[in-house]
């Protein structure tokens, strides 16, 4: 409430003595009036709510599935075992031939697969390396043509380790020729394991490697189409590596005498939960010397 004047709200009422004449009082004083409150100020309109995110949208440089097996791709025209799998984002690749690379939780399995209807079992010698090393494994499990694969395998010393379910990956849908690995691929985790290469239209590529996992080594090599005349999502890489450091940088932790050789494809990462957030091109592989040391990543396709 405003304030009023003190003087007013508290002064008494004078008298004086009364006379003969008639008696006379003074006046209470008037009250000092109040001051007027002053206007609240006008509200301004509320900014509109901020639209929420699309969680349909498509991702920046990304692609969609293919509507349908694409001509001449593994889903189309290849076997029944044959073309990519993944199991928890990893990936296997099973070739026409049955042979075999993949990389699950214990390590890599290296080797070959047969299948009859509805059974698959590995062939001799399969090898499972790992942390511990590289160990003989027997497995056999069921099979889903162009669906899935599960099972069980052995390891030398009896331990026994789940094999997937290994998913049939859409990749498979599609057609790729050699060209189509022509371009500039990455992974950037500096950290752990970045690495770049740029592949030509004959597919031969360089590139370089950082991180806790490679070091620094500068790679050479060629990623050919594994079945030239075919347009199946399934190539032959062959790697060399040599030691690039400089500095406080890590040494190449990747043989610099003996060549790499392996599996790889273009695979389809997904962007996001939806099919409609598209799919990123990349490139996947595993190669390995023959004293067993192994690589592997998965690298995007650059703009």
């Given at each position: 409430?405003?304030?009023?004047?003190?003087?007013?709200e508290t002064?008494?009422v004078?008298?004086?003595t009364?006379?003969?004449?008639?008696?006379?009082?003074?006046e209470?004083?008037s009250p000092?009036p109040?001051?007027?409150a002053?206007a609240?100020?006008?509200?301004?309109?509320a900014?509109?709510?901020?639209s929420?995110?699309?969680?349909?949208?498509r991702?920046?440089?990304?692609e969609?599935l293919?509507p349908?097996?694409?001509?001449?791709?593994?889903?189309?025209?290849?076997?029944d075992?044959?073309?990519?799998?993944?199991?928890?984002?990893?990936l296997?690749?099973?070739?026409?031939?049955?042979?075999l690379m993949?990389k699950?939780?214990?390590g890599?399995?290296?080797?070959?697969?047969?299948?009859?209807?509805?059974?698959?079992s590995?062939?001799?010698?399969?090898?499972?390396?790992?942390?511990?090393?590289l160990?003989?494994?027997?497995g056999s499990?069921?099979?889903?043509?162009k669906?899935?694969i599960?099972g069980?395998?052995?390891v030398?010393?009896?331990t026994q380790?789940?094999?997937?379910?290994?998913?049939?990956?859409?990749?498979?849908?599609l057609?790729?020729?050699?060209a189509g690995?022509?371009?500039?691929?990455?992974?950037?985790?500096?950290v752990?394991f970045?690495?770049?290469?740029?592949?030509?239209?004959?597919?031969?590529?360089?590139g370089t490697t950082?991180g806790?996992?490679p070091?620094?080594?500068?790679?050479?090599g060629?990623?050919?189409?594994?079945?030239?005349?075919?347009?199946?999502n399934?190539f032959?890489m062959?790697?060399?590596a040599?030691n690039?450091?400089?500095?406080?940088q890590l040494?190449?932790?990747?043989?610099a005498?003996?060549?790499?050789?392996g599996?790889?494809?273009?695979?389809?990462?997904?962007a996001?939960?939806?099919?409609?957030?598209?799919?990123?091109r990349?490139?996947?592989?595993?190669?390995?010397?023959?004293?067993?040391?192994?690589?592997?990543?998965v690298?995007?396709?650059?703009?």
């Amino acid at each position: 409430m405003p304030a009023t004047s003190p003087a007013a709200e508290t002064s008494p009422v004078a008298t004086t003595t009364p006379s003969s004449s008639s008696p006379t009082a003074q006046e209470p004083a008037s009250p000092t009036p109040a001051s007027a409150a002053p206007a609240p100020p006008a509200t301004a309109p509320a900014a509109p709510a901020p639209s929420a995110p699309d969680v349909y949208a498509r991702a920046k440089d990304t692609e969609p599935l293919p509507p349908k097996p694409e001509r001449g791709s593994a889903a189309d025209a290849g076997n029944d075992s044959e073309g990519i799998y993944e199991a928890d984002n990893n990936l296997t690749f099973i070739g026409p031939s049955g042979y075999l690379m993949g990389k699950g939780t214990p390590g890599w399995t290296l080797g070959s697969i047969a299948v009859a209807k509805y059974e698959w079992s590995f062939k001799s010698p399969t090898f499972l390396r790992s942390a511990k090393g590289l160990d003989e494994i027997k497995g056999s499990g069921a099979f889903f043509a162009k669906e899935q694969i599960l099972g069980t395998y052995t390891v030398a010393d009896g331990t026994q380790e789940f094999l997937g379910p290994l998913r049939y990956s859409k990749s498979n849908s599609l057609a790729t020729t050699q060209a189509g690995m022509a371009g500039t691929w990455r992974v950037d985790s500096p950290v752990d394991f970045d690495m770049s290469i740029t592949v030509d239209a004959k597919g031969n590529f360089t590139g370089t490697t950082a991180g806790v996992v490679p070091g620094a080594c500068t790679v050479s090599g060629t990623v050919k189409h594994l079945e030239p005349a075919a347009r199946k999502n399934m190539f032959a890489m062959v790697l060399n590596a040599s030691n690039a450091a400089t500095g406080s940088q890590l040494p190449c932790n990747l043989s610099a005498t003996n060549t790499y050789y392996g599996m790889s494809a273009i695979v389809l990462v997904a962007a996001g939960r939806y099919d409609s957030n598209g799919y990123y091109r990349s490139f996947g592989f595993h190669a390995t010397t023959e004293s067993a040391a192994v690589i592997s990543n998965v690298l995007r396709k650059q703009p």
